[in-house]
């Protein structure tokens, strides 16, 4: 066994998204993304209540060649899209969607919950896919925390959301070699994480404080580790959440342009193309009768 090294610690930086403020570690000014992670967005807020569906979150937009995926730590959201699926993730759940040759979703928090406020925390992260698999057809799977194993040992847990860890096989598929887990850490209590030598490893703390391999990191950082070794220890040294995004790089040309991703500029060229004549799909949302707002 021998320990991965830590590559760098990114402090996240406040973005503004259509007027939402969210944390955005990855990308970052001189990191644009940590092969085959491309984007992570941490969102956590207090929704105030009284408000239509229609006006929170993100409405109709498309996607194609990679994977947005969604872990929901507080509250819920509810996703719609072109295909016809419509499902609602709550805490502890994850949406995981593969946009392939296209698609066109919404995420919003439910209606109920526009309607009565409360906090709403998620983590938003895009996965590359290979080339090969770009243009598959896309595909929609949410996840709820029981359909979410779990690894318990004194002081800390591990939910299993994709791959292999422990001899426990994930539920969510993936298009390359990766592992995908989320977790939580007392106080005062450790863990061993034993990961591929073969991936890049990228370990995010919702919150909290704790030491990565002896180095320490606070709330919101990112601990960006290399692929010499295949251990990582945590300590925490306050109670602590937190996520690892593990996987083998592609090691293929990307290039991107909003919320497509792909090898070429010729194919973004084909995707807005394809995007703007409706061959992502159309998505026209319906929602709750509001009149009593």
């Given at each position: 066994?021998?320990?991965?090294?830590?590559?760098?610690?990114?402090?996240?930086?406040?973005?503004?998204?259509?007027?939402?403020?969210?944390?955005?570690?990855?990308?970052?000014?001189?990191?644009?993304?940590?092969?085959?992670?491309?984007?992570?967005?941490?969102?956590?807020?207090?929704?105030?209540?009284?408000?239509?569906?229609?006006?929170?979150?993100?409405?109709?937009?498309?996607?194609?060649?990679?994977?947005?995926?969604?872990?929901?730590?507080?509250?819920?959201v509810e996703h719609n899209d072109s295909l016809g699926n419509r499902a609602t993730v709550h805490a502890g759940g994850?949406?995981?969607?593969?946009?392939?040759?296209?698609?066109?979703?919404?995420?919003?928090?439910?209606?109920?919950?526009?309607?009565?406020?409360?906090?709403?925390?998620?983590?938003?992260?895009?996965?590359?896919?290979?080339?090969?698999?770009?243009?598959?057809?896309?595909?929609?799977?949410?996840?709820?925390?029981?359909?979410?194993?779990?690894?318990?040992?004194?002081?800390?847990?591990?939910?299993?959301?994709?791959?292999?860890?422990?001899?426990?096989?994930?539920?969510?598929?993936?298009?390359?070699?990766?592992?995908?887990?989320?977790?939580?850490?007392?106080?005062?209590?450790?863990?061993?994480?034993?990961?591929?030598?073969?991936?890049?490893?990228?370990?995010?703390?919702?919150?909290?404080?704790?030491?990565?391999?002896?180095?320490?990191?606070?709330?919101?950082?990112?601990?960006?580790?290399?692929?010499?070794?295949?251990?990582?220890?945590?300590?925490?040294?306050?109670?602590?959440?937190?996520?690892?995004?593990?996987?083998?790089?592609?090691?293929?040309?990307?290039?991107?342009?909003?919320?497509?991703?792909?090898?070429?500029?010729?194919?973004?060229?084909?995707?807005?193309?394809?995007?703007?004549?409706?061959?992502?799909?159309?998505?026209?949302?319906?929602?709750?009768?509001?009149?009593?707002l």
């Open positions: 066994m021998k320990t991965k090294t830590i590559t760098r610690i990114i402090a996240s930086q406040k973005v503004n998204m259509g007027g939402i403020i969210l944390d955005q570690p990855l990308p970052t000014q001189g990191v644009d993304q940590v092969d085959p992670f491309l984007l992570i967005h941490h969102w956590d807020d207090t929704m105030p209540g009284n408000q239509h569906q229609r006006d929170v979150g993100v409405g109709p937009h498309p996607h194609r060649g990679f994977s947005p995926v969604t872990f929901v730590f507080e509250g819920n994850t949406q995981w969607m593969h946009a392939g040759l296209g698609i066109t979703h919404s995420e919003r928090p439910s209606a109920s919950m526009a309607q009565s406020g409360g906090n709403l925390e998620f983590i938003q992260f895009w996965v590359n896919s290979p080339a090969a698999h770009k243009m598959d057809p896309a595909y929609y799977l949410p996840l709820s925390d029981k359909d979410t194993p779990r690894i318990t040992t004194k002081g800390a847990h591990v939910a299993v959301v994709a791959g292999e860890y422990q001899g426990i096989k994930g539920p969510a598929p993936t298009l390359s070699p990766m592992t995908l887990l989320r977790g939580e850490i007392q106080s005062g209590s450790s863990l061993m994480l034993e990961l591929p030598d073969t991936f890049n490893t990228l370990i995010y703390l919702l919150d909290g404080k704790g030491v990565v391999n002896e180095r320490e990191a606070k709330a919101k950082d990112l601990i960006h580790l290399s692929q010499d070794g295949n251990t990582v220890s945590l300590q925490a040294l306050e109670n602590t959440r937190f996520i690892v995004l593990s996987g083998e790089p592609i090691d293929e040309e990307v290039t991107s342009y909003g919320p497509f991703v792909m090898n070429t500029q010729t194919e973004i060229m084909e995707a807005l193309r394809d995007a703007q004549s409706g061959k992502m799909g159309i998505l026209i949302e319906e929602f709750e009768s509001t009149s009593d």
